[in-house]
């Protein structure tokens, strides 16, 4: 049986907002190692689990979906986000240039 992944994902580096950052994330991990194809060159394999990603509201909702159906989990807590207050003042400031 695969192991299955519960996460919230982080927003990524191109993003300005936090859009498809709220829902929770089950995936599975992969059990066979990709290879590329001689003919085409493509990179694929044979686990089909490796493409399954189903989307939760929350983290309870993910969890009760893996017990249920009999899955080994593992849940990966969100890090705390960090924010560091900045002035728009503060980019013309001499002590920042000095």
Known sequence: MA????YKPAKSAMQSG??????????????ERRQTDPLVGWVGSGDTLSQV?????????AVAFAEREGLDFAVEEPKA???VPNNYSDNFAASKWS
């Not at 936090?18 to 059990?31: D, I, Q």
């Not at 990603?53 to 909702?61: G, K, L, N, T």
């Open 3 to 6: 192991k299955a992944r519960i």
């Open 18 to 31: 936090r859009g498809k950052t709220a829902k929770w994330v089950l995936e599975f991990e992969a059990t």
């Open 53 to 61: 990603s189903m989307d939760f509201d929350s983290r309870e909702a």
């Open 81 to 83: 986000r960090r924010l």
